[in-house]
């Protein structure tokens, strides 16, 4: 009977300290805030052209004129100049590039600073980066476009001229994390029908005997696709109809198609999860949001809301939605735990660490 209780005793603590964990979840899970701290504020001078976005857990902020690092006290980790016009910013895990949205300058960058300069021949139509530094961007050369790959010192690796009737115009352009494989999204007119073609390039050695260096590719009709993007180790194509997921390192493969019927108003996505937002028939729920999972598009959760938004996106593992002056936190399962307003005009709001955000005004 000694021996039982002395057995039974050890497995009582565990259950205890399960339920104790279980509890604990379950109230900052439903956990709902009514209110909001500040902890740190900073002043620029120039917020109208001034935006933000995150870098290997501090804040890159960058203009017209120059690029920082601040951490997350708003203090200056370093500072770079550049000179553009209307610069945007692509950022994966520890790399960025920012490009001059119509212009021809581009800088890429890390944590520690600027690691190379690019001056394009071409107007630039978008940039994108991968975590392992190589970047790509689309060039205007008009009646033709050249997508280009690079290294984080801005050299160059490869080009390719395209042609608007074949394959295309290219849409969107992404790289996956290995460094080898771009994935590229052209929109072309066959017949009078809007036609899509996603293709993959390999520039390792598994490419090197294809044509074009192209070892997969998949066309569809009557399909926009607006938007593609690598998130984890798949890519997703985000179509005007839903999205279609497509495995391997190499050689891509389509994985999953998600079709909806209903018209999709707004995109959202992290490397997780894929979200989509489409107009309710309810008063008092004018929208609805699906969540789908990365790995393999199944549906995590659906939840109708009323947000007034202009942005959503996810950041930091919450959905994020805000407008001029209201914001909302939802976690990653569609459970609301913030909604608030704020005096001053919101242009950014994103999530800096365990319930920290960074809230931007136009002051």
Same mark, same amino acid.
């Not at 849409?171 to 052209?186: E, F, T």
């Not at 018209?263 to 929208?287: A, C, P, R």
């Not at 393999?296 to 947000?307: T, V, Y």
């Given at each position: 009977?000694?021996?039982?209780?002395?057995?039974?005793?050890?497995?009582?603590?565990?259950?205890?300290?399960?339920?104790?964990?279980?509890?604990?979840?379950?109230?900052?899970?439903?956990?709902?805030?009514?209110?909001?701290?500040?902890?740190?504020?900073?002043?620029?001078?120039? *917020? #109208? @052209? +001034?935006? $933000?976005?995150?870098?290997?857990? /501090?804040i890159?902020?960058?203009?017209?004129?120059?690029?920082? &690092?601040?951490?997350?006290?708003?203090?200056?980790?370093?500072?770079?100049?550049?000179?553009?016009?209307?610069?945007?910013?692509?950022?994966c895990?520890?790399?960025?590039?920012?490009?001059?949205?119509?212009?021809?300058?581009?800088?890429?960058?890390?944590?520690?600073?600027?690691?190379? *300069? #690019? @001056? +394009?021949? $071409?107007?630039?139509?978008?940039? /994108?980066?991968?975590?392992?530094g190589?970047?790509?961007?689309? &060039?205007?050369?008009?009646?033709?476009?050249?997508?280009n790959?690079?290294?984080?010192?801005?050299?160059?690796?490869?080009?390719?001229?395209?042609?608007?009737?074949?394959?295309?115009?290219?849409?969107?352009?992404a790289?996956?994390?290995?460094?080898?494989?771009?994935?590229?999204?052209?929109q072309?007119?066959?017949?009078s029908?809007?036609?899509?073609?996603?293709?993959f390039?390999?520039?390792?050695?598994?490419?090197?005997?294809?044509?074009?260096?192209?070892?997969?590719?998949?066309?569809?009709?009557?399909?926009?696709?607006?938007?593609?993007?690598?998130?984890?180790?798949?890519?997703?194509?985000?179509?005007?109809?839903?999205?279609?997921?497509y495995?391997?390192?190499q050689?891509p493969?389509?994985?999953?198609?998600?079709?909806?019927?209903?018209?999709?108003?707004?995109?959202?996505?992290?490397?997780?999860?894929?979200g989509?937002?489409?107009?309710n028939?309810?008063?008092?729920?004018?929208?609805?949001?699906?969540?789908?999972?990365?790995?393999?598009?199944?549906?995590?959760?659906?939840?109708?809301?009323?947000?007034?938004?202009?942005?959503?996106?996810?950041?930091g593992?919450?959905?994020?939605?805000?407008?001029?002056?209201?914001?909302?936190?939802?976690?990653?399962?569609?459970?609301?735990?913030?909604?608030?307003?704020?005096?001053?005009?919101?242009?950014?709001f994103?999530?800096?660490g365990?319930?920290?955000?960074?809230?931007?005004?136009?002051?």
């Amino acid at each position: 009977l000694r021996r039982k209780k002395a057995v039974l005793k050890p497995v009582a603590v565990i259950l205890i300290a399960v339920f104790v964990v279980l509890a604990g979840f379950l109230f900052l899970e439903k956990r709902i805030y009514r209110n909001y701290k500040v902890q740190v504020t900073s002043e620029q001078e120039d *917020t #109208v @052209s +001034t935006q $933000y976005t995150y870098l290997s857990g /501090k804040i890159l902020r960058y203009s017209s004129d120059e690029v920082s &690092l601040v951490n997350n006290k708003l203090e200056t980790v370093w500072s770079q100049t550049y000179d553009m016009q209307n610069p945007v910013a692509d950022v994966c895990g520890d790399c960025a590039v920012i490009a001059d949205k119509d212009g021809t300058s581009m800088v890429f960058l890390d944590k520690n600073g600027i690691t190379g *300069t #690019v @001056s +394009t021949s $071409y107007s630039i139509v978008k940039a /994108k980066v991968s975590k392992t530094g190589m970047a790509a961007a689309i &060039l205007d050369g008009g009646d033709h476009t050249w997508i280009n790959f690079y290294n984080l010192d801005g050299s160059l690796v490869a080009e390719n001229q395209t042609n608007i009737q074949d394959p295309g115009y290219p849409m969107d352009v992404a790289l996956a994390d290995n460094g080898v494989v771009m994935m590229v999204a052209y929109q072309f007119v066959d017949s009078s029908e809007t036609t899509s073609y996603i293709a993959f390039y390999n520039f390792g050695e598994v490419g090197q005997n294809e044509d074009d260096r192209i070892v997969s590719g998949y066309t569809y009709d009557g399909v926009v696709v607006p938007q593609i993007q690598y998130l984890g180790s798949n890519a997703v194509a985000l179509r005007d109809d839903g999205f279609t997921i497509y495995s391997g390192r190499q050689i891509p493969k389509e994985l999953k198609t998600v079709q909806v019927e209903q018209e999709i108003i707004s995109t959202f996505y992290d490397e997780d999860n894929i979200g989509l937002v489409f107009k309710n028939d309810s008063k008092d729920k004018q929208y609805i949001m699906e969540v789908y999972n990365t790995a393999d598009g199944k549906l995590k959760f659906k939840e109708d809301f009323n947000i007034p938004y202009t942005t959503i996106k996810l950041s930091g593992g919450n959905i994020l939605m805000y407008n001029s002056s209201q914001m909302c936190v939802m976690n990653s399962r569609g459970v609301q735990k913030y909604l608030g307003s704020v005096d001053g005009t919101i242009k950014d709001f994103f999530k800096i660490g365990m319930n920290r955000y960074l809230l931007v005004l136009d002051s």
